[in-house]
């Protein structure tokens, strides 16, 4: 994980989207899969917490597009699908994570709000072992923490595109 993470709202649902560049390497000899990745958010502030899942990813295009509702633009992004991490080998990309919208037909809370500060546990879910051997031999990937600043913004500019930069307290543990 780099210190380039940034905070936007996608404006064709009530998402909030953290933009996080990642590689992920498979140093061992045999193949491995990523089914997703999942993002779970803290506003220390607030206590509040959210589980943020991959749900697309994105290249230079995203971030020199922009959305608008009105004309029915979108910025260019790709679906999220499971990675296939060949040995010895590794993926890098900018992934798109995204907040559930609201449940039970209510309204969901703001999470990220303008100068606040966060966490952020990054997990990697893979598929269950399928062998004895894989069992006695995998180990999943230990979960990432990182902390982070958000700067402060208005609210409704990043509904129209603008993105917000979150400035990382510590390296990644």
């Known amino acids: 994980?780099?210190?380039t993470l940034s905070y936007t709202r996608d404006p064709y649902g009530s998402y909030e989207v953290i933009a996080l560049p990642?590689?992920?390497a498979n140093s061992g000899a045999r193949d491995g899969a990523v089914v997703t990745l999942e993002l779970d958010v803290r506003n220390i502030e607030t206590n509040r917490t959210e589980t943020f899942s991959s749900a697309y990813t994105a290249d230079a295009q995203y971030f020199g597009g922009r959305d608008d509702v009105a004309s029915r633009i979108k910025r260019p992004k790709l679906p999220f699908a499971p990675l296939s991490?060949?040995?010895r080998?590794?993926?890098?990309?900018?992934i798109l994570f995204y907040t559930a919208e609201g449940r039970d037909g209510r309204e969901q809370k703001v999470l990220i709000e303008p100068k606040s500060k966060i966490e952020m546990t990054?997990?990697?879910?893979?598929?269950?072992?399928?062998?004895w051997l894989d069992r006695l031999l995998f180990t999943h990937p230990a979960p990432i923490t990182?902390?982070?600043?958000i700067g402060g913004f208005l609210p409704g500019a990043v509904y129209v595109g603008d993105t917000v930069k979150i400035r990382l307290n510590k390296p990644p543990k």
């Open 1 to 3: 994980v780099t210190d």
């Open 22 to 24: 990642v590689t992920i």
């Open 89 to 94: 080998s590794a993926f890098a990309g900018t």
């Open 85 to 87: 991490i060949t040995g």
């Open 146 to 149: 990182l902390t982070g600043d």
């Open 122 to 131: 990054l997990r990697v879910v893979t598929p269950p072992a399928d062998s």
